[in-house]
């Protein structure tokens, strides 16, 4: 039997998955995520899954993780071509390549999707895992982070999450991360043997990862650094007292983390980051920022942004109950016998044309048979076809709650239903 490639999920209806995860889970949160971001001004963007290598290669930084060993790779004759590992470098290509930057000055989007890492598979971190996210790409103003940090935590508690916490952070502007790079070298240099052997190799190509690093060691060195946000330029550090003095405004809790940095190279300013204990070593629900260089990166002129993305899986996983199954007005048409079968199709096509729920058995089982799965579907009402039926003209509708039958004209089912249901 072929299985499905590890690091990968199905995600079945609530019938049959037996998993904390389930298809109803996921609709509810894509519903209730679709209505929060309308209601913010937010409008939805779909981006292809296959991008350029290069597209990323500029936009998360060559010395990422993800670039260096993360990324699915696909050659054909001379195109390199990736699964996407993030949204947001899609969103700016697409707002670039379609000239939205020249016909609007400011826009909003959300996306929803799967992203691809390969990566060693865990609770929480997938090979195929999914997205949804926002990009707000126009504004450097500190108020568009007080909304869109705000929004993260609107539609966690629509979705009903809680036990949730915002960690906050500022990078500052690319001459502020330089400096704090330096600093960081320098704190360091004397700890080298103290860190794993991936952040030994960080501490050369990208020192921003030694912050976040989940191994024991590291963080216990890293939480001895002590540090500060001396290296943030003025213009920096104005702009992080408004979203601190807007989100105490608006009474949203958070925590300053000195050491949250984010590990795509494309991140400026505010970056946050929410985590969630029951999601254990890999804690992050979900995380965003600004980017302002990355439009200028990628062949725009300069201009602020800003997004952040949940993963949907551990949404899931976190969410604190599941979807209660609605009441599903079902009627379920039993056949017994060709003819009967015969009749209850085009029954069943009108059924469906008056917009009505129904199903029907198709594989010939007994009268029995099909009861029960009709009561494990959950039915409101049977319609049951058989030969005497066939021959009167009527069909025998059972109401499943009460256990009544009665014998119905055929003319008369569409009316008959209707008053009931």
Not at 221 to 234: F, T
Not at 326 to 342: D, F
């Amino acid at each position: 039997m072929i299985k499905r490639v590890r690091g990968t999920q199905d995600i079945l209806p609530f019938d049959y998955q037996q998993a904390v995860q389930d298809s109803s889970s996921w609709q509810e949160i894509e519903e209730k995520a679709r209505r929060v971001f309308s209601l913010y001004g937010y409008q939805e963007i779909r981006t292809p899954i296959l991008e350029e290598a290069s597209l990323f290669n500029r936009s998360l930084g060559e010395t990422s993780e993800i670039i260096q060993k993360q990324m699915f790779e696909l050659r054909h004759e001379k195109d390199k071509l990736v699964l996407r590992p993030e949204g947001t470098a899609g969103v700016v290509r697409a707002y670039l390549e379609n000239n939205l930057d020249k016909k609007k000055p400011f826009v909003k989007f959300y996306y929803f999707g799967p992203m691809f890492r390969a990566e060693r598979p865990q609770k929480g971190r997938l090979r195929q895992f999914h997205h949804l996210g926002i990009e707000a790409i126009g504004s450097l103003s500190p108020q568009l982070d007080i909304e869109v940090i705000s929004l993260s935590d609107r539609l966690l508690r629509e979705i009903g999450i809680s036990r949730y916490k915002i960690y906050l952070n500022s990078l500052g502007c690319s001459g502020d991360k330089a400096k704090l790079a330096r600093q960081l070298h320098r704190r360091l240099k004397n700890k080298l043997s103290q860190l794993c052997p991936d952040c030994q190799n960080r501490y050369l190509r990208n020192i921003f990862r030694i912050l976040d690093c989940k191994h024991p060691n590291c963080q216990d060195v890293v939480s001895k650094l002590d540090l500060k946000q001396e290296y943030l330029c003025p213009d920096c550090q104005a702009h992080f007292q408004k979203v601190i003095k807007g989100l105490k405004y608006i009474n949203l809790s958070y925590q300053l983390s000195p050491t949250l940095v984010r590990g795509l190279d494309y991140y400026t300013r505010t970056v946050f980051e929410i985590r969630h204990s029951g999601l254990g070593a890999q804690d992050a629900l979900g995380a965003g920022g600004r980017y302002d260089n990355l439009i200028e990166q990628l062949g725009g002129r300069a201009q602020g942004a800003i997004g952040f993305a949940f993963g949907v899986e551990r949404l899931s996983l976190v969410m604190s109950k599941k979807p209660e199954q609605k009441p599903r007005k079902l009627i379920y048409m039993i056949t017994l016998g060709e003819n009967a079968q015969e009749k209850g199709a085009y029954l069943l096509h009108i059924l469906r044309a008056n917009n009505l729920f129904a199903e029907m058995d198709y594989t010939q089982r007994s009268l029995k048979a099909q009861m029960r799965q009709a009561n494990i579907l959950g039915a409101g009402f049977c319609i049951i076809i058989g030969d005497d039926e066939l021959a009167k003209g009527v069909v025998s509708l059972k109401d499943m709650a009460s256990g009544a039958q009665e014998e119905v004209k055929q003319s008369d089912l569409i009316k008959e239903l209707r008053s009931k249901l």
